[in-house]
């Protein structure tokens, strides 16, 4: 039985071997030059062709004029409105909000192409696990509807859970046996092990049989995007029992600090809305729909991670919480800020009322009280700032530890735009100097001028010079031009973002040809960042179509301008030791090579002037 998602088939589903394991490089390699990335991409998107080039409306975000374009001959996309990028791997992730290895089936199974694990990941067990799981939603959805599910029925109908939404999230029952799920499974011991694996029975202390882990309990399925259910979690029927809440343990295809409950049935509204609404548990999320709110999710069981904010941000680039208004509520969300800030995320905060919940205010105020609330959801950071300043008084020691409360916030806006202006404004609240903020905010101390001041981290996008910008796109356009970097300095770039983007991309290049940007950009290799990926893509992506020979023009007078900073640089050194020399011979050499560099230099800028 497969866990329903809206647009999807419903049915059993297709459980593949690869599941959570390693794919082979070769495997994958056939799949990613097999697969026509416009075709992919056609079906969920119309494309008009443009050159090399087909544009169409972006499908990640809102627009009424197409800046999403897919590049036929490099098998890549980029949209210029919310910057997603990658090949065909990492469209279907986005857009399916699919896993590495699901997306890579999903697109070999199309494609005809079988796709072997590693040695790493054993044959048949991850789909034998997600076909435990299937056994037993089946036994509980089929519990709620028996007789002995009576209890559990009213107690759903007392909350307002309608018949649609127990068939929406594929509610359930675990009646009170403690063998009911067991008698439901095939009486062979390899199948009450798998059972013990996935969570769903417990070896007895004596070690002679199982009990069932879910008993008296009301059961939500919690499914992947995909659409594998992968674990369970169970509330029970009396206020008074404990644990109110069980949920299933880890195990080889569930992992609770990144599964978020509800993600199936909310990808399409995110999207939509470009918001992800997040609340703390399962009854919650499901009077977010008896609201008409469709882009809910809630982490299961556990505190928010960065796994869970990394997946939101795929398909948002806003989250709201929806937490409760008291102290607890506050500090929960005060947790969550850094976690969601650091992964690129806007974040809003719409607190409920002391003593409600969701469900609770839909039953006092009715729907639309909820939906009122999230809209008037201000945004976190300024609602935890002005909560630190409000009523500070007027001294250096209550200044400072404002200072030094807020910098753990700020330090994760990654927007350098945003990250400035909270710096300029916080330091008017507190009437200091800017710099003296920023140097807190970066982990500095104020009284000691001469302690490093550490970057925060991260408030900044990748930035290269114009020159290095056109080079990159030039070479990832045409791979054939990579001898020209020969006449290079061995030093004509810095260390840092810009030298490394280059070395990858030449590496690629002599690795696989054509087909390097690709490779680079697709979410299998790990060697490059994300942030950098993104920066390649836009270079690429703003190159444009020229053709090879201005290209060519294009890319020689790049390397004769790196060539020349990098002359300079060495000039300026040659130049400072030469002040200082006093040994003849020394002095002598020193000279010969500032000579040298002088006449490189005039060669170089020679070129410049007739590309």
């Not at 969920?44 to 443009?50: D, E, N, P």
């Not at 343990?249 to 992992?255: A, D, G, K, N, V």
């Not at 045409?478 to 991309?505: K, T, V």
């Amino acid at each position: 039985m497969a866990f329903l998602t809206r647009g999807a088939e419903t049915g059993r589903p297709q459980v593949a071997e690869v599941g959570l394991g390693l794919i082979p490089d070769h495997a994958l390699e056939e799949v990613r030059n097999r697969a026509d990335i416009v075709q992919i991409v056609s079906r969920y998107v119309t494309l008009k062709k443009s050159g090399p080039r087909h544009w169409g409306l972006c499908p990640f975000h809102s627009e009424k004029t197409a800046s999403f374009h897919v590049h036929e001959d490099k098998q890549i996309f980029y949209c210029f409105g919310c910057q997603a990028s990658g090949d065909v791997f990492a469209f279907r992730m986005r857009h399916d909000g699919l896993d590495f290895p699901d997306a890579a089936r999903a697109l070999a199974r199309e494609l005809g192409i079988p796709l072997p694990t590693s040695a790493s990941a054993p044959s048949g067990h991850v789909a034998q696990l997600y076909q435990a799981n299937d056994a037993a939603l089946g036994y509980f959805r089929q519990s709620l509807r028996s007789p002995e599910g009576a209890q559990a029925r009213r107690y759903l109908r007392a909350r307002g859970v309608s018949d649609d939404l127990v068939d929406r999230f594929q509610i359930g029952y675990a009646p009170s046996s403690w063998e009911g799920l067991q008698r439901h499974l095939a009486r062979k011991p390899q199948e009450f092990k798998l059972a013990e694996q996935a969570g769903l029975l417990v070896r007895r202390q004596t070690g002679d049989g199982y009990y069932d882990r879910f008993r008296g309990r009301i059961v939500f399925p919690i499914a992947e995007p995909s659409g594998h259910v992968v674990g369970f979690g169970g509330r029970a029927l009396g206020e008074d029992e404990t644990p109110k809440y069980l949920n299933s343990p880890e195990s080889p295809i569930y992992r609770k600090g990144r599964v978020l409950f509800g993600l199936p049935l909310a990808i399409d509204a995110i999207r939509r809305k470009g918001r992800a609404v997040l609340v703390e548990g399962y009854f919650d999320l499901v009077a977010l729909h008896r609201a008409g709110v469709e882009e809910g999710v809630a982490p299961c069981g556990t505190a928010l991670t960065v796994e869970h904010a990394q997946r939101l941000r795929r398909y948002a680039k806003e989250v709201v919480l929806l937490f409760d208004g008291d102290e607890a509520g506050q500090h929960a969300a005060e947790r969550a800020l850094p976690i969601l800030l650091a992964a690129g995320l806007r974040v809003r905060a719409a607190f409920l009322p002391t003593g409600e919940d969701p469900d609770t205010l839909i039953q006092r105020s009715g729907a639309a009280a909820l939906r009122a609330c999230l809209d008037a959801a201000e945004p976190l950071l300024d609602h935890l700032i002005e909560r630190r300043l409000r009523g500070l008084p007027d001294h250096a020691w209550a200044v400072a530890d404002a200072a030094h409360a807020i910098a753990p916030l700020l330090r994760a806006v990654r927007d350098p735009i945003e990250y400035e202006t909270y710096v300029r404004e916080i330091a008017k609240r507190l009437n200091v100097p800017p710099a003296a903020l920023a140097k807190v905010l970066q982990g500095g101390s104020t009284d000691d001028p001469s302690s490093p001041a550490t970057p925060a981290e991260p408030v900044g996008e990748i930035r290269l010079d114009p020159a290095t910008r056109v080079l990159l796109g030039a070479l990832a356009s045409y791979p054939q031009l990579l001898p020209l970097l020969d006449s290079l300095p061995p030093d004509w770039l810095l260390a840092g973002d810009a030298r490394e983007l280059l070395e990858r991309l030449t590496g690629a290049i002599r690795e696989r040809g054509d087909r390097a940007l690709a490779h680079l950009l697709s979410p299998s290799e790990q060697k490059l960042s994300e942030p950098l990926k993104s920066a390649l893509s836009r270079i690429v992506a703003e190159a444009g179509d020229t053709d090879l020979r201005a290209a060519k023009r294009a890319m020689q007078d790049c390397v004769a301008r790196l060539g020349i900073g990098a002359l300079d640089r060495r000039t300026r050194e040659l130049t400072a030791r030469l002040e200082s020399c006093k040994d003849p011979d020394e002095l002598e050499s020193l000279l010969q090579e500032k000579q040298r560099n002088l006449t490189e230099r005039r060669e170089l800028w020679s070129q410049v002037q007739h590309v």
